[in-house]
């Protein structure tokens, strides 16, 4: 039965050997294709944030705790603001961050590799300034002339901001005593009196913003040509801060104030792997796109309201929503599934040629375990025949004798060789023609013909 058994319809053995090369090839392809050509996103990635504190600071820690929820960890950068994140970016020293419009331009992201990820939500001008008393309040801003203002720390979005407000309104810089402190030092200096103003340009979310929002002695400026500044400035939007948001029972504000406001923006490297940019996208609806102060429900995030150009698969998720496959599996078997498709490529390239080479190459490998055998049988033949045919009679019989012997390990030999019965008569074949040699050796020796003959019992 053991023997039966070793003649099959194929051979296992033989198919994994002849197709071994092959299925190494396409491996080592499958695996250039997976790593190189389509690799798996980083785990991961820098976040330009801001000031401690500021929205962008807190912020950068719920999308931290947004993408850690799929493996991918994200670490906040602190900075002064937009302008400095601008930098960080160009630098490579983060990956994505905040930035708010008028920071930059079309051109200027283009030329220096960045993408927009879209808009998260306005972040107005508020400029707070100290009641004087016996001076009346500040309602243009050409009466800021003579005061000291904080328009915002370096390397913020702000200073540069203010400072076109101011352009549009005719005053120059130089009349103002300007100082760019960081907001909250900032804030303590207008608290105690030793400044008369400073300028934020962030989301009501920001803490220092609530705070002076309810202190007394300070008031919020009303820009009440904010319409017309939006068409002066083309990046900023007309807002209104609505009487009683602050505090309904203390009718805080106490009248709706008019503010113009530029709006935060994800701005990533154009290098950035495309899952990551889904991902923070996907975050940025999560954490952006309820109402607020100064939004309706899934106004934000938008591809409108930003000037840089946005990443096409941004630009997906705000027309068809999240990818198919991730609103059902988790990120990284989606991305996973979703990549198999350069594998599948791969596959089609490999798989129809060398399915062509893997069938010869089987049954050359089946029919060698035959075929080496006659290139023994071809050698006791020479033997036989290089025998010298007029020499003494019992050296012909010994070469005879000799070569017998040799016959009956070969025909020992291949009958332990096992073949698919598809190749049986190879094999049969083999075993008939050693007998036909057999009997060309029993011919030439008539006295070894009758030592080799079986009597019966």
């Known amino acids: 039965m053991n023997r039966i058994r070793k003649f099959t319809n194929f051979s296992v053995r033989d198919l994994v050997a002849s197709a071994g090369p092959t299925i190494l090839v396409i491996a080592a392809v499958f695996l250039a294709a997976y790593v190189i050509v389509d690799p798996a996103p980083p ?130 810089p130089g009349e103002l005593q300007v100082s760019q402190l960081d907001n909250t030092p900032a804030t303590v200096e207008l608290l105690e009196g030793r400044s008369d103003g400073l300028v934020f340009a962030a989301a009501p979310d920001d803490p220092l913003i609530q705070m002076l929002l309810q202190t007394p002695g300070v008031y919020l400026f009303d820009f009440t040509q904010a319409e017309a500044y939006t068409r002066r400035l083309p990046f900023l939007t007309h807002v209104t801060l609505p009487r009683g948001i602050v505090d309904l029972g203390r009718d805080l504000p106490a009248h709706d104030y008019h503010l113009i406001a530029p709006t935060a923006t994800l701005v990533a490297r154009a290098d950035l792997h495309p899952a990551l940019i889904e991902l923070f996208v996907q975050a940025a609806a999560r954490i952006h796109g309820g109402a607020g102060w100064f939004s309706q429900q899934g106004q934000f995030p938008s591809a409108r309201y930003t000037e840089i150009p946005v990443a096409g698969e941004a630009a997906k998720f705000y027309k068809d929503g999240a990818p198919f496959l991730q609103r059902y599996m988790s990120f990284w078997l989606a991305n996973f599934l979703d990549r198999m498709w350069v594998l599948v490529v791969a596959l089609g390239a490999l798989i ?98 009758q030592e080799n003959t079986v009597i019966p019992e």
Request: glycine fraction near 8%.
């Open 43 to 172: 785990r991961k990635v820098v976040l330009g944030t801001g000031q401690d504190n500021s929205a962008y600071d807190v912020f950068g820690k719920r999308y931290a705790a947004a993408l850690k929820q799929d493996g991918i960890v994200v670490t906040p950068h602190g900075s002064h603001g937009s302008r400095e994140n601008l930098r960080l970016l160009k630098e490579g020293k983060v990956d994505i961050a905040f930035m708010q419009s008028g920071t930059t331009d079309e051109a200027a992201a283009e030329r220096d590799g960045l993408v927009s990820l879209g808009s998260l939500f306005t972040e107005p001008v508020w400029l707070f300034l100290r009641e004087r008393p016996g001076q009346p309040a500040v309602t243009q801003l050409t009466q800021l002339r003579g005061l000291k203002i904080n328009i915002g720390a370096k390397g913020s979005g702000a200073p540069r901001l203010f400072r076109q407000l101011l352009d549009v309104n005719g005053v120059a």
């Open 352 to 449: 129809l040629p060398l399915s062509k080479v893997v069938p010869p190459l089987y049954v050359w490998r089946i029919r060698s375990r035959i075929y080496r055998w006659y290139g023994q049988l071809r050698t006791v033949e020479q033997a036989l025949e290089d025998a010298p045919r007029d020499g003494p009679a019992e050296q012909r019989a010994q070469v005879a004798r000799t070569q017998l012997a040799r016959l009956n390990d070969i025909e020992d030999r291949v009958n332990q060789v096992s073949v698919p019965l598809s190749f049986a008569d190879d094999l049969y074949g083999l075993r008939s023609h050693i007998q036909f040699v057999r009997q060309r050796i029993l011919s030439q020796s008539p006295g070894l013909a």
